[in-house]
DNA sequence: TTCGTATATAACGATATAATAATTTATACC
DNA sequence: GGTATAAATTATTATATCGTTATATACGAA
């Protein structure tokens, strides 16, 4: 089909969520898990996983499973442009140091 | 305040709509009034006029009155990262050389 | 197999959004 | 003034979205 315009802004519309920017945010450091994430947002476990979804279903991300935990990774190759986006996402690094700190795995 | 996160994500879900990404990309080529807008993407006056409005508050268009007309522009200089962006979008030529066909205005 | 942890899914409610229909405001022309 | 055109505004409806609560599934350890 030709709707590449509605194409773009069902992935613009997807991006345009705080809750999901910062996922991408957070995932361009480092793979993490959602209860990482979950700790990570503050938010509940049911809408990281939620929003993990959506991104997953956009092919933004996937996912891998190490024993009991999902690994969700960035997946930007069919995304060029947007890797140089996300990386002008504010406040990735405290927040991860922060997960650091708390040092629930190495 | 800090939420750059939220700012953006609120930029992001402004461009995430078909209607307004069409006219950002109509708007690239020429100015127009809101009659041309209305009939290049076939949609209602209310529609476009309200869609217009958003894009206005959000700083990315300008309005200029001339006579009873409303030409509405790209006001890009607070978002430089959008031009580029906006430069990809699809269908532009093909629909204004339409407008040039029905020669309502030189 | 039973228990605990990690994640996903489902159901629900509240809010937001887009489109339409109806009305209003503004401007030009006679 | 009165009429016609251009655009904005308001009200309404339908749908989508986000977050929560509750429940289900998956996996590992004892």
Redesign the pocket.
């Known amino acids: 089909m030709n709707d590449k315009l509605a194409e773009m802004a069902?992935l613009l519309?997807?991006l345009?969520?705080?809750?999901?920017l910062a996922i991408l945010g957070l995932l361009q450091e480092r793979d993490l898990?959602?209860?990482?994430?979950?700790e990570l947002l503050g938010?509940?476990?049911?809408?990281?996983?939620?929003?993990?979804?959506?991104l997953?279903s956009a092919g933004l991300v996937k996912?891998t499973?190490r024993?009991?935990?999902?690994?969700?990774s960035l997946n930007l190759d069919d995304f060029p442009d947007l890797k140089i986006f996300l990386s002008q996402l504010p406040g990735r690094k405290e927040r991860l140091r922060s997960l650091s700190i708390l040092g629930?795995r190495s």
């Open positions: 069902e519309k997807l345009g969520d705080r809750t999901r898990c959602v209860g990482d994430i979950v938010t509940s476990q049911p809408n990281a996983s939620q929003h993990l979804r959506k997953k996912e499973k024993g009991q935990w999902v690994f969700y629930k």
